[in-house]
């Protein structure tokens, strides 16, 4: 198979809150699903980074058909009808979903997970889906909570590291730090000539990776009010009586702003907000090529990300977003990025060529729930018009389009 990246072409959903039978199409880089408040956006986006993460829990009585497109068209089928003997039963709410992997037109049945995900990587489908909510996390390590781990000296690590690199809750950019830290020789690095831990060792190879905020400090810098970052020194080095374990405590980052160095506690709403989407849609060259991917890792260069974000504009400044969508349009030249919004000021960031990017979600007054489209050939053409004279979000602001 071509080793080009794969992106989402096209999805057809049904079985989810207000989603029944909807099929709409994705175009590589940036797309934009605009639509009033209770049009089912978040409905959406919920369902869709459900079926993508592969992650069915709770689904009953849905069917997902995801097509990517990765130098051969590739195809995950999925459905879970409810066995009505099993209904009352919480425990089976999504163990029984049936999924078939099709690759160019070349059907492979799987039968359990493990399988199901060997052949993904077998044929270098391989993608991370990172989903962005409203707010920020409630649980932020490193951010806005310390972080501990441990360390023995015979390579051994703390259940602490492992679940914070394999909990897909956890947000990308902390799973990125920790790879960091697993995947490097920081254990075989913190050992002095005497084959012991050694404080100075551990401080000298530690450093590094504390270093490791140069280039999203620029990225930071242009797009929103944080000035500069930094891993706070004020971590504490802990090492056992036989030298043959550490722990690290106190771990966490501090940022610039406006002259002044804070915990993210301290931060406004929307510069936390500016801060948790850039930093999980920045790809930090500085950190190990290792990358969470599908339900394990793989190496940076053999991943594709798509990522998916809800409402941007919430609790941002109108000159703030601006900035954002340009982030946002930058680094989709280089990974898929899906956002909702409500927001005409997003559809800026669209030129008159990229109108197929654009997709209204709207809701109906029946039992269909939320419907999506793009804009047909009449809409398209008064666009263009608008673009010309003026704004692409006047002619939303000013059309029946929402009606």
Not at 101 to 122: D, V
Not at 146 to 171: A, Q, R, T
């Amino acid at each position: 198979m071509e080793n080009s990246k794969l992106f989402l072409k096209e999805v057809t959903l049904s079985g989810y809150k207000s989603i029944n039978n909807i099929t709409i199409q994705f175009q590589k880089g940036l797309n934009i699903i605009i639509g009033k408040n209770a049009a089912g956006k978040t409905n959406f986006l919920e369902f869709l980074n459900k079926t993508l993460s592969l992650e069915y829990k709770g689904l009953n009585n849905f069917s997902s058909t995801l097509k990517f497109k990765n130098g051969a068209d590739i195809t995950i089928e999925s459905n879970n009808f409810i066995n009505i003997n099993k209904l009352l039963d919480p425990a089976n709410f999504g163990n029984e979903v049936e999924s078939v992997l099709k690759i160019s037109h070349k059907t492979i049945n799987i039968s359990n997970e493990t399988s199901f995900f060997e052949k993904l990587k077998e044929n270098k489908i391989i993608f991370d889906t990172t989903f962005l909510c409203h707010g920020i996390p409630k649980e932020y390590s490193i951010v806005d909570k310390p972080f501990s781990f441990k360390l023995s000296i015979d390579g051994g690590f703390s259940n602490e590291l492992m679940n914070g690199v394999m909990d897909i809750s956890n947000p990308y950019f902390t799973r990125c730090f920790l790879f960091d830290i697993l995947f490097s020789d920081f254990a075989s690095s913190s050992i002095n000539p005497s084959g012991l831990f050694d404080i100075d060792f551990i401080k000298k190879s530690f450093n590094p990776i504390l270093k490791k905020t140069e280039a999203i400090k620029y990225i930071l810098n242009k797009y929103s009010p944080i000035e500069d970052i930094r891993f706070s020194d004020n971590y504490n080095i802990f090492i056992t009586e036989d030298k043959e374990n550490y722990t690290i405590n106190n771990f966490f980052l501090e940022f610039k702003v406006d002259g002044s160095w804070l915990p993210f506690s301290n931060l406004s709403d929307g510069t936390k907000r500016l801060f948790y989407i850039i930093s999980e849609v920045f790809e930090n060259k500085e950190n190990t090529n290792k990358r969470p991917a599908n339900k394990g890792w793989a190496n940076e260069s053999e991943i594709s990300r798509i990522i998916l974000i809800e409402e941007p504009e919430l609790g941002i400044h109108p000159h703030q977003f601006h900035k954002l969508m340009e982030f946002l349009k930058e680094e989709s030249e280089h990974k898929q990025i899906i956002i909702t919004t409500h927001s005409p000021q997003a559809l800026d960031s669209i030129n008159e060529n990229e109108l197929n990017r654009i997709i209204i979600a709207y809701a109906t007054n029946s039992k269909d729930g939320t419907k999506l489209k793009h804009l047909d050939e009449t809409e398209i053409i008064k666009a263009k018009a608008y673009i010309k004279e003026d704004f692409l979000s006047d002619y939303w602001l000013y059309s029946d389009l929402e009606k």
